[in-house]
């Protein structure tokens, strides 16, 4: 298989064979033999090791180099513009989106926003490819991003980075894409495990959220992966929950239904946290100015409210352990719920490289600490802390706004470190979920790839008949012919194309129908002197273009007919036949 990168010039040496031909073999070789010796399941699992190894590595540097940036922006930053005062924080968010953009826009476009679309993007319509230059530029431009001040999170870029890893060693070892898909799925759920020491959560977020399968050939290999990165991580980061809080009481389960509240309210949040994501994004990306003044007026708005609330700032995980530990007011939470959502859509809107998932942490926390104030004020004896709340509708949005729940379960008792909340996380992450789902389609993530045309749905379907839609297996060339060829003209036409079906189009050049050299030899042999247009049957049955090809063979049979007229919004763009589907099924692995 040929896959689009790394592969070096062809040069040829002195027994006549190019080089990159012996190192195409001397790797693919390597899988080869390895399978010899070992069964291949065995094999993907040394191969999970080597990205989990590499994958918790690399969550460890990009927590430093993120450090790195925070040191050189607001400390040397604030010592050297000093005699700004308060004020010196604007600049921050300036220099950093300006960089960043310019960074992105030249080397690694894929790399702007929040990544993880970029991955399921990658795993449904380029075989699992990732560009390796995707790993360092990422990392450097998320870390620049948080560094600076912009207001995302840091598992977006953990998981495009330990993705593009596991990609790239697939690539150089030629793997077939059923297991490339494996190892970049590895790498996802390997970076979100060291990153928030959540190797059950990582195994989850690869499973649900990048592959949308929990098939036992994906999850095995995809577990050695965070169980190694996540012993790295502890190594380097230390073993505590990545949000250490209180063992609160929950309360008993006839007051049950506050959670029920908090759920549905992490819901309808959830819904809105897309929608103003993607609706300021389309701002931006309505605005006919450069890319690099869409980046200085967005950074400028995230440093002019950091001013005043310098809490929505990077990460913001120190806010969100002080709403966990009942240390903020219900203004206040209030407040940054509102301004984080505004500045983390700002952000990546104006070119910011970063994450999605710790925003939704962060207003969630935001989110359940205002409901939880508001009850304690109203029911004080009810017996439940606001920081259990707002610990339990964290898991909420984030349930919501990815239409995960079982992720967003496992990832929020790992965080925590205290199970006594399972059962209410549970009831609010179910009950977001289901709500965002029925008033979404899409989620947070696959939002993005909608808007591009990419149904992830359909590309995820084990039906293969289901998952390819009738314009993807339209044929792009064809022999075609006016309505008013001849029968002679149309066998000559055949007889020098060899093709066995031509598309016939009217006067105006619109597709009408489709007729087969058989028809074409018959009417010949019957001696009949009229045209192609005259042997389209009466009634031509039609089907959109975003059919499946399971639909398109129902239709079939529905109207006992070999090819149906594929339209766009009524305009016919050519026919697809049975030989059509035939072909496009067996192109697909």
Not at 377 to 390: D, R
Not at 567 to 574: A, C, I, S
Request: some cysteine; proline content about 4%; hydrophobic content about 50%.
């Amino acid at each position: 298989m040929n896959y689009q990168s790394g592969n070096p010039a062809q040069k040829v040496d002195n027994s006549g064979e190019g080089t990159s031909n012996k190192w195409f073999k001397q790797r693919s070789g390597l899988h080869s033999r390895l399978k010899m010796v070992f069964p291949e399941p065995l094999v993907l699992l040394f191969y999970a090791v080597l990205i989990g190894v590499v994958a918790g590595y690399g969550a460890v540097g990009f927590r430093k180099l993120i450090n790195l940036f925070s040191v050189i922006f607001f400390q040397y930053g604030t010592h050297g513009l000093s005699f700004l005062g308060r004020y010196n924080v604007i600049l921050f968010p300036v220099i950093g989106l300006a960089l960043v953009s310019t960074i992105v826009k030249y080397f690694a476009p894929e790399a702007k926003g929040h990544g993880i679309p970029e991955v399921m993007a990658a795993i449904a319509e380029k075989h699992s490819i990732i560009r390796p230059r995707v790993v360092i530029v990422k990392a450097v431009a998320s870390a620049i991003t948080i560094g600076s001040g912009g207001s995302v999170g840091r598992e977006g870029p953990i998981v495009q980075i330990g993705s593009a890893f596991g990609s790239v060693f697939g690539q150089f070892l030629h793997l077939q894409e059923r297991n490339l898909r494996v190892l970049v799925a590895c790498g996802a759920g390997a970076g979100i495990a060291a990153t928030f020491n959540a190797p059950v959560g990582g195994v989850m977020f690869a499973t649900e959220v990048i592959l949308g399968s929990l098939a036992l050939q994906n999850f095995t290999a995809i577990v050695i992966s965070c169980v190694v990165s996540a012993a790295i991580g502890r190594i380097y980061l230390g073993n505590h929950p990545a949000f250490p809080m209180p063992i609160y009481h929950t309360g008993d389960f006839k007051v049950y239904w506050l959670f029920v509240i908090a759920g549905v309210l992490a819901g309808l949040f959830s819904v809105l946290y897309i929608k103003v994501l993607y609706g300021i994004e389309d701002w931006f990306d309505h605005r006919t100015w450069p890319y690099w003044v869409k980046a200085l007026f967005g950074a400028l708005i995230i440093g002019v409210i950091g001013v005043w609330f310098p809490q929505i700032f990077g990460v913001g995980y120190g806010t969100v352990d002080l709403a966990l530990t009942n240390h903020l007011s219900l203004s206040l939470l209030i407040v940054l719920l509102v301004l984080k959502l505004f500045a983390t859509s700002v952000t990546i809107a104006a070119g910011g490289s970063g994450g999605v998932f710790s925003p939704g942490l962060y207003m969630g926390s935001m989110l359940g600490g205002a409901i939880g104030v508001t009850f304690a004020h109203l029911f004080p004896n009810m017996g439940i802390s606001p920081g259990s709340v707002a610990a339990i509708t964290m898991a909420g949005v984030f349930a919501g706004s990815a239409q995960a729940p079982v992720t967003s379960i496992m990832m929020l008792f790992e965080m925590t470190g205290d199970y006594g909340i399972i059962l209410p996380i549970m009831i609010t992450s179910v009950l977001s979920a289901t709500i965002a789902g029925t008033l979404l389609q899409e989620n947070i993530y696959t939002m993005k790839l909608a808007r591009r045309g990419l149904n992830i749905r359909r590309k995820r379907e084990p039906n293969r008949m289901k998952a390819i839609s009738v314009g993807e297996a339209l044929a792009e060339e064809r022999l075609t012919m006016p309505a008013n060829t001849t029968v002679v003209q149309a066998w000559d036409r055949f007889s020098q194309s060899g093709e066995w079906f031509a598309v016939v189009r009217n006067e105006q050049g619109i597709v009408v129908g489709s007729v087969a050299r058989a028809q074409v030899l018959e009417a010949l042999n019957s001696h009949y002197e009229g045209t192609v247009g005259n042997l389209l049957p009466e009634n031509i049955f039609r089907i959109d273009e975003g059919a499946s090809l399971a639909e398109a063979l129902g239709d079939m049979r529905k109207h006992n007919v070999t090819y149906l007229l594929v339209t766009r919004e009524d305009m016919p763009l050519g026919v697809i036949g049975s030989s059509d589907i035939i072909h496009a099924y067996r192109d697909v692995e």
